[in-house]
């Protein structure tokens, strides 16, 4: 018998063995040979593809990794009459992830995360707040640390809008005693570090890329927010705390996308989104479907419908409006096709607030466990949050003229195709029932508290409004219906 190294010698002089086994076995041997070598080929070019790929996708895609938006009106650019607002790429803050959980830890870092999660009531909830230095997130915070709950506050402080108007929430916030992290909500190493800090009762995930028409040019800063965010914040809940929490977040109204039956109710379909916002929201709640159908994970959405009022965002029409309206500067009104004004249903931010506590109240416990067992059905919840009277945008910004003394100067146009849906409505049969939800606030009044916090904040003269002279300022690239 030839020895082994023969016969590969020999197959590959492509020597011709006597006997038929002989040339049977260098045969396989040959096919051996090339196929390992095949193999060897196959796995390098693989590799070099994926490189490849990898160093393509960072060079077309960056805002996916770091990628925010900057709207700035600071209260001396108001006063002076000649406020910016500036849609810009940034580096600001990776919107997947953050260096965040180096900066926090240690004994004092926990001390002070359980004193501000220790509720001050019997029987009071602790709740981690996500988006806290936010609007909404905001006045949640407030209404739950005034009635004795322990509140933990989380936000990345990201440019979309003015930065210095989340700080000044964020002051106010610890003036409260209510600690909020400079972090972001997709640092799971973080999210795992509070949830071993303090054991939440709860969580009110209202962390998100706002906004409908921004998601035109920047798509991947909804996708890592809105759903990467959401993502995150369950798995870390369903997954490491101990107990798991009842978890409450913010759907969007914006969800019944192209729906024309009114008042919208929780029963019509929304499987037509109207915009990538609308898109990431409908993901969203499916998403929250699984985990609570997998880990046992009790969630409530819940559907905000146009939320408005002191300490806003300036990215909403009736701020911004009031912005234009002061400076002189031309505003735009969407109308139809058919001619008819779009219309929104207003609701002002205390309304929204009772309905979020409303939620967290009698949000049923999670039934999972860290062994990844389920004590039994979870419940899953949504709900819509409106004021139920939809209200023409010129309607709107006929109060914003009556309350700041001065005309407004109006163009107006028909609706384009940017995500932007002709009119909302809501029905909140369910919210009343379930938790006494109750709406109770009109425009005129919500509009009233508003205007007279923008004229404290931004330290403007009411007097000299309607005597003021228009000057130039660059125009804000935002829906009149957002």
Known sequence: ??????????????????????????????????????????????????????????????SLLSHSFRLSSGAAAVANGSSQ?????????????SSSSAKYGGASWEREVRRSAAPR??????????????????????????????????????????PSLKRARQRLLASRGVVVLDADINDAALLERLFDAARFTHVLHLAA??????AMRAPQTYVAS??????????????????????????????????????????????????????????????????????????????????????????????????????????????????????RDFTYIDDVVKGCLGALDTAGKSTGTKSGKKRGPAPLRVYNLGNTSP?????????????????????????????DVPFTHANVSHATHDFGYRPTTSLDAGLRHFVDWFVHYYKLDPAKIAMGKPTKRKSMDMSATS
């Not at 890329?209 to 921004?214: D, E, F, L």
């Not at 945008?393 to 609706?415: C, Q, S, Y």
């Open 1 to 62: 018998m030839m020895p082994h190294s023969n016969v590969v010698d020999a197959a590959a002089k492509g020597v011709k063995l006597g006997g038929g086994g002989g040339a049977l076995m260098v045969r396989r041997v040959a096919s051996g040979k090339l196929l390992s070598a095949s193999s060897h080929l196959l796995f390098r070019a693989t590799i070099l593809a994926t490189l490849g790929l990898v160093c393509l996708f960072t060079v077309h895609y960056p």
């Open 85 to 97: 607002r500036v849609a810009s790429r940034s580096s600001h803050r990776s919107l997947l992830g």
């Open 226 to 343: 809105n759903v990467a965010g959401l993502v995150s914040v369950l798995e870390v809940a369903a997954k490491h705390a101990d107990p798991q929490p009842a978890i409450v977040w913010a759907s969007s109204s914006s969800v019944y996308g192209l729906n024309t039956d009114a008042p919208f109710s929780e029963e019509h379909r929304t499987d037509r989104p109207a915009s990538l916002y609308a898109a990431t929201k409908k993901a969203g709640e499916a998403i929250a479907h699984s985990y609570n159908h997998i880990y046992g994970l009790s969630i409530t959405g819940l559907r905000f419908f146009t939320v408005y009022g002191p300490w806003g965002r300036p990215d909403m029409a009736y701020f911004f409006f009031s912005f234009s309206i002061f400076s002189g500067e031309p505003i735009t009104l969407f109308r139809t096709a058919d001619g008819a004004d779009a219309r």
């Open 121 to 162: 009531r019997d029987g009071g909830l602790s709740v981690l707040v996500t988006g806290a230095a936010g609007f909404v997130g905001a006045h949640c915070s407030l209404a739950l640390r005034a009635r004795g709950d322990g509140v933990v506050g989380l936000d990345n402080f990201n440019s979309y809008y003015d």
């Open 209 to 214: 890329q706002a906004g409908v028409r921004y």
């Open 391 to 419: 209200v023409p945008v010129t309607r709107m910004v006929a109060i914003l003229e009556k309350l700041l003394g001065k005309k407004a100067n109006k163009r107006v146009v028909t609706m384009p195709s940017n995500g």
